[in-house]
Each structure stands twice: as structure tokens, then as C-alpha cells.
């Protein structure tokens, strides 16, 4: 029987592994690591989180809650898994993410039709159906050779990670445990800060060394992942109004909200570690431990995990795929994950799932599926392959501007999300059971 091969065991290579598996066709996942390492990766698990542990929000009334929800109705392996191995973080899903990798490869390596591959592939595959899915962090063989076949230079960014401390080394006594507006369970640890604290870290923070780029050409930074260096050097409130905002976190000792607040998130199960939230930053690791223990309760505090900076890349991918996420020049080849220009763990995870779908269909010459724009899964496929994206064209998260607008305009914005949210479910289930999904 024809195996399908997919190249690169991240998120949207083991969900694309996963989707073809169930169906009963051989499958085998081109894995580099741990042979060859990248620079942020630190282990040979397939599927490793390298930059926060949380999936974002589960309520459906948010784009990457309804995002999940489409991922679950069509069976998401990652999915499953978080749900298994998360952390408390309120109406967020957070998971373990050591425990998270270790099951998804278990989960992979358990399954029959499923061969993993611990080898650098420096070129496609002449022939076969094959999915492309080796993730911002391609590795410098494979990224010539896909500008061989792309007839133009990729587009990157720069992406940063956020730091991780112990939780011994926190003060409790000026902590405090809430999750904004008292919704879901109280799973983040509130800093507050006062204005004069506040803006002695501003201070220092704008002042700080950062780490230059080894690499050639301008930096870009992704709006939606900024290193809060830059964030700060906006303007003085710029945190406030950002990751440090205090709104909905009134310190239950005052019964006021603080003037900033810095949330950290429990990195496992255990709560034995703590990311700072929206801290992804390129600052020297020296400097991160002398400003970040400027905030109160970190004062002792012992960093993991320092913050650190890495090169993603990705492609003009509306010149070059179809919705189906097919490559135009050579419809056997398929294209997921991070690479495309979708931004975020779940978004990369839902093409992957697309993907495989999709090339499942092909070996058994069905037709393929173009989700739905009502849809959220839909709606990104619909922006990473269309021509109006061509000329401003960078990576997008799951949100509800990408939806086909309702018919009536609604000003109660959670309203209008329900009824989107409601839609793009039916619009699923519609697809579902007319391909025999």
C-alpha cells in the first residue's frame, strides 16, 4: 500500500500522521530531532512546545475556543492530549508540556500504520504523496531546497520565548492567585505593582541589553508575539495596556485592581514552574535576571528557562497553495504547520489535520475537502491561499474577522460570537456528513 510521508513531527505533522493513520493507510514521519537540534528545541519528542504551554482559550465564544472545538469534531490527536496532561490556567487550556510531547509520541509510536524516522531529509521526495510540515525552525538543507521549488526567497520573523522560574524561589507573600474577572478556576499567579514600581521596570526594561541577531536582513517581529522590550519602548503604558493590564484582577488583599500586574502561568502539572505571561523577550540572560527580579514576589527568583530568540520562517503560501493546502506546482505535495503563515500551536495543529485529511482523499481518489469560510478551521485555509493576501501577506492567528460576516450586524460582541460560533459548528457537521468525513 502507498505511504504517505511527512516531513517534520511537530504539531501539524503529528496530527497530519494521525488523521492518515485511522484511516488504515502506512504513514511515516521524517523526524531530524534528536539527531539534528535546533536552537530552541530541547528534547526528541515529537511534537515538543518550545515557546509558551497554553493552547489559548477553550471558551467557544473566543476564535481559538471555537478553533478547538472544530479540532475536537474532527478527532485532534494534540487535542486529546492536552486534555489529559493540563495545568490549571483558568478558561485557558495549559498543559504539562513534558508530559504532552512524551504522549504524543507514545500515542504515534503505539499506533501499526505510523513509522517514525529519526533522520534529516535535505530533499523531497521525487515521487509519493508527501506533507510538508518541518515548521518555522527548517533546517538549512531543506530550507534551499524549498527555495528551489518556491522560485523566491522566504519571508521570516523573529519569534521570542518567555522565561520560566521555579516556584520555590517565589515570594508568595506578595503573589496572589486570580484569574481575570474570577472566570474559570484561579490557575495564574498575580504580581502587582504599583506606579512607582511600575515605571522604575519600564525604565530598566527599555534600557536593558538585548541579544543582537546572527542572522542576515532586517528583524521582523509578529505583532501578536512582540518581545515586551520592543512593547516597551511604544510608550510608557504600553504594558499596562498589554501583558501587564490590571483590569479584572483586583489583589483580594485591597480589594483594588493594582496598577499593573504581571500573570504567570503554571508550567506542569505540579505547579513547581511558572511562565511569565506575554514576557517573550530577546533580552541577555544576565539582564533578564536583573530587571525581571525588579517585579515584586521575583525578587529571589531562579530562572529554568531564560527567554531566547529564534528565526521562524515562512512562504508566500497564496501564490503558492491551494485551500485544499496543496502545492500548485505539484499536487501530490501538501504543505502544513507554521510554514504556511499561520501563527499559533492550535492553528498549526488544524492544517495538519487538514493535510492529512486531504491526503488520505487523494490516495483513495476522492474528492478534496475546502472547508467552509464560516468555518474557523475554513477561514485560515481561506487566507493562507487566497490572491487578495499576496501583496501584504504575514502570519495569522485564528480570529473571528476572518469569518464570512453574519447577514444583520450585532453590536453585543459576545452575541455576535455565539452566532458565529454556532454557524461555523452547523457548517462542520455539514461537511462532515456530506464527504463522509
Known amino acids: ?131 510538508i510540515a518541518t515548521g518555522p525552525l527548517t533546517s538549512p538543507d531543506f530550507s534551499r531546497k524549498l527555495q528551489d521549488i518556491l522560485d523566491a526567497e522566504f519571508l521570516y520573523f523573529y519569534d521570542a520565548v518567555s522565561p520560566i522560574v521555579s516556584a520555590d524561589s517565589l515570594n508568595f507573600d506578595k503573589l496572589y492567585f486570580a484569574s481575570r474577572y474570577g472566570k474559570g478556576e484561579e490557575g495564574y499567579l498575580n504580581a502587582p505593582l504599583n506606579e512607582e514600581e511600575y515605571k522604575r521596570f519600564v525604565d530598566e526594561l527599555v534600557k536593558a541589553e538585548i541579544v543582537e541577531s546572527h542572522f542576515e ?62 514576557f517573550q523577550t530577546r533580552l541577555r540572560w544576565l539582564e533578564q535576571k536583573r530587571v525581571f527580579r525588579l517585579i515584586p514576589g521575583l525578587e529571589r527568583a531562579e530562572f529554568v528557562r531564560y527567554g531566547v530568540m529564534h528565526r521562524n520562517t515562512y512562504f508566500y503560501a497564496p501564490k503558492f497553495l491551494e485551500p485544499t493546502l496543496q502545492f500548485k506546482k505539484d499536487r501530490r505535495i501538501f504543505f502544513a504547520g507554521q510554514i504556511i503563515g499561520v501563527e499559533g500551536y ?36 481561506s487566507y493562507i491561499s487566497s490572491p487578495i493576501s499576496i501583496n501584504n501577506y504575514q502570519p495569522m492567528n485564528a480570529n473571528f474577522g476572518l469569518l464570512t460576516p453574519l447577514n444583520k450586524p450585532i453590536k453585543d460582541k459576545r452575541l455576535k460570537h455565539e452566532i458565529m460560533a454556532k454557524r461555523a459548528l452547523e457548517s462542520l457537521y455539514d461537511i462532515i456528513k456530506r464527504f463522509n468525513i
Not at 519528542?45 to 467557544?60: G, H, R
Not at 495596556?241 to 483594588?256: E, I, N, S
Open 346 to 381: 492550535m492553528e498549526s495543529a488544524s492544517t495538519g489535520i487538514v493535510a492529512g485529511i486531504n491526503a488520505y482523499r487523494l490516495i483513495k481518489g476522492k474528492p478534496l475537502i475546502i472547508f467552509p469560510e464560516d468555518t474557523m478551521i475554513g477561514a485560515l485555509l
Open 1 to 131: 500500500m502507498i505511504s504517505v510521508k511527512i516531513i517534520g513531527g511537530g504539531l501539524a505533522g503529528c496530527e497530519a500522521a494521525w488523521q492518515i493513520a485511522k484511516r488504515k493507510v502506512p504513514v511515516e514521519i521524517y523526524e531530524m530531532r534528536p539527531i539534528v537540534m535546533t536552537p530552541v528545541h530541547r528534547t526528541g519528542y515529537l511534537a515538543e512546545l518550545v515557546c509558551s504551554n497554553s493552547f489559548k482559550s477553550k471558551e467557544i465564544t473566543n476564535a481559538s475556543g471555537l478553533l478547538k472545538e472544530e479540532m475536537r469534531i474532527l478527532d485532534s490527536l494534540l487535542l486529546k492530549v492536552a486534555e489529559e496532561t493540563q495545568v490549571p490556567a483558568g478558561t485557558a487550556l495549559a498543559v504539562d508540556r513534558e508530559m504532552f510531547s512524551k504522549r504524543v509520541e507514545e500515542i504515534l509510536s503505539q499506533n501499526p500504520y505510523v513509522n517514525i524516522i529519526r533522520e534529516e531529509i535535505k530533499d523531497i521526495p521525487k515521487e509519493g504523496i508527501v506533507i
Open 217 to 278: 536582513g532586517e528583524e521582523k517581529f509578529f505583532e501578536g508575539c512582540l518581545p515586551i522590550e520592543v512593547m516597551a519602548k511604544r510608550g510608557i503604558d504600553t504594558l499596562r495596556f498589554g501583558p501587564m493590564r490590571p483590569v479584572g484582577l483586583p489583589d483580594p488583599r485591597t480589594g483594588k485592581e493594582p496598577y499593573a500586574v504581571v500573570q504567570l502561568r503554571p508550567e506542569n502539572k505540579y505547579k513547581t514552574l511558572y511562565s511569565l505571561v506575554g
